[in-house]
C-alpha cells in the first residue's frame, strides 16, 4: 500500500522537543510515518514507505551525520529510492526532505529553520506551502505549531483522496508518562472521517489529563467548592459523609480516589486546594450538584 501523506517533521529549540504530525487517506497512518528519539531526531517516512528508513536514519543521526548525510546514505542503498518520501531534522534544527521521482503528483517538500515538510498525493503545492508558512506563523508549543500546520494542510486540499487518519508523536527527555521515557506525546487517530478535527480533541484531553498546573489556576477549596465536591462525590459513591463544606481528610481521600478514576490524578495538589481546569472539567462532565 502507498501511504499518500502529508507531514511536517520539527525540532523546537526552545524546548528540545522533536516531533512529526501526519495525515493521510490511509488507515493508521500513525504507525508507518512517524519516528522521532529525544535529543537525536525526527523523520516522516512515506510515499511506498520502507519503515527501515526511521531506525537507521535515527542511528546515524546519533552517529554525529547531518541530515543531509543521513538523507543521502538512505538513497544510495535504497533501489526502490524513487518511490520513497521522507523528512528529517535533527536536534540541532538540520532538516533535510526527499522526494523520489517515481511519487505520484503532487508530491514534493520544503525545508526550513528548525523543520521539513513534505507530501504526495496531495492537491497541490500549496499543501506543503501552507504546511510550512502555518508553523513558522504559529505560536504555542510544539504539538500546538504542529497541529496547526497539519489543519492547514487539510484547508489548502490535502490528500487528493480525501481523509481517513491522522497521528502526532512528540519526543523530550524524560518526556514520557512517570518520566520513565521519551515519549512526550503520541496521539493517533487511525480511522475517521475528519481525523484533524478528532487529533485536536485528544490533544485536549491529553493536556487536560497529563499538563502541568498553572500557579495562575490554583484555587483554595473554600467552603463553597468543597460543598459542590463533596455532592458531586455523594452522588457517585465515592463519599459517605455530610456535605457541610468542610474540607477535612475523608473529603480529601475520596476526591483522591474519584480523580484516579477520572485519569486526574496527575493534576491533584496537596491541601485544600484544586486545579481550576480539573474543577471546570468535573463541571463539565458531571454537572452541578
Known amino acids: 500500500?502507498?501511504?499518500?501523506?502529508?507531514?511536517?517533521?520539527?525540532?523546537?529549540?526552545?524546548?528540545?522537543?522533536?516531533?512529526?504530525?501526519?495525515?493521510?487517506?490511509?488507515?493508521?497512518?500513525?504507525?508507518?510515518?512517524?519516528?522521532?528519539?529525544?535529543?537525536?531526531?525526527?523523520?516522516?517516512?512515506?510515499?511506498?514507505?520502507?519503515?527501515?528508513y526511521a531506525p537507521r536514519g535515527l542511528r546515524m543521526l546519533k552517529q554525529g551525520m547531518t541530515p543531509k548525510q543521513v538523507g543521502a546514505k538512505l538513497i544510495v542503498t535504497d533501489r526502490a529510492a524513487p518511490q520513497r518520501q521522507f523528512g528529517i531534522v535533527d536536534a540541532r534544527g538540520r532538516a533535510f526532505t526527499f522526494t523520489g521521482k517515481s511519487c505520484f503528483e503532487w508530491a514534493g517538500g520544503i525545508t526550513g529553520k528548525n523543520f521539513a515538510a513534505q507530501g504526495n498525493i496531495l492537491a497541490g503545492a500549496a499543501v506543503v506551502d501552507a504546511l510550512a508558512n502555518t508553523y513558522e506563523k504559529t505560536r504555542g508549543d510544539l504539538a500546538t505549531r504542529l497541529l496547526a500546520a497539519l489543519a492547514a494542510g487539510q484547508a489548502a486540499g490535502g490528500d487528493r483522496r480525501g481523509q481517513e487518519s491522522a497521528a502526532?508523536?512528540?519526543?523530550?527527555?524524560?518526556?514520557?508518562?512517570?518520566?520513565?521515557?521519551?515519549?512526550?506525546?503520541?496521539?493517533?487517530?487511525?480511522?475517521?472521517?475528519?481525523?484533524?478535527?478528532?487529533?485536536?480533541?485528544?490533544?485536549?484531553?491529553?493536556?487536560?489529563?497529563?499538563?502541568?498546573?498553572?500557579?495562575?489556576?490554583?484555587?483554595?477549596?473554600?467552603?463553597?467548592?468543597?460543598?459542590?465536591?463533596?455532592?458531586?462525590?455523594?452522588?457517585?459513591?465515592?463519599?459517605?459523609?455530610?456535605?457541610?463544606?468542610?474540607w477535612d481528610a475523608a473529603s480529601e481521600h475520596a476526591f483522591r480516589e474519584f480523580a484516579g478514576v477520572e485519569n486526574l490524578e496527575d493534576r491533584l495538589l496537596d491541601g485544600a486546594r484544586i486545579d481550576r481546569v480539573v474543577l471546570e472539567f468535573l463541571r463539565e462532565r458531571f454537572g452541578a450538584q
Open 168 to 246: 502526532i508523536l512528540v519526543v523530550r527527555e524524560k518526556g514520557g508518562y512517570g518520566g520513565f521515557n521519551d515519549r512526550y506525546l503520541d496521539l493517533r487517530v487511525d480511522d475517521h472521517a475528519t481525523p484533524i478535527d478528532e487529533l485536536r480533541r485528544l490533544l485536549d484531553l491529553h493536556r487536560l489529563y497529563l499538563g502541568k498546573t498553572n500557579p495562575k489556576d490554583i484555587l483554595p477549596i473554600d467552603a463553597s467548592i468543597a460543598r459542590e465536591l463533596q455532592s458531586l462525590m455523594h452522588a457517585r459513591g465515592y463519599y459517605a459523609g455530610a456535605r457541610t463544606g468542610n
Open 1 to 52: 500500500m502507498k501511504p499518500s501523506t502529508f507531514s511536517i517533521v520539527a525540532f523546537d529549540p526552545k524546548t528540545g522537543e522533536l516531533g512529526v504530525a501526519v495525515a493521510s487517506k490511509f488507515l493508521a497512518v500513525g504507525a508507518v510515518v512517524p519516528w522521532a528519539v529525544a535529543g537525536v531526531g525526527a523523520i516522516a517516512t512515506q510515499s511506498w514507505a520502507n519503515t527501515a
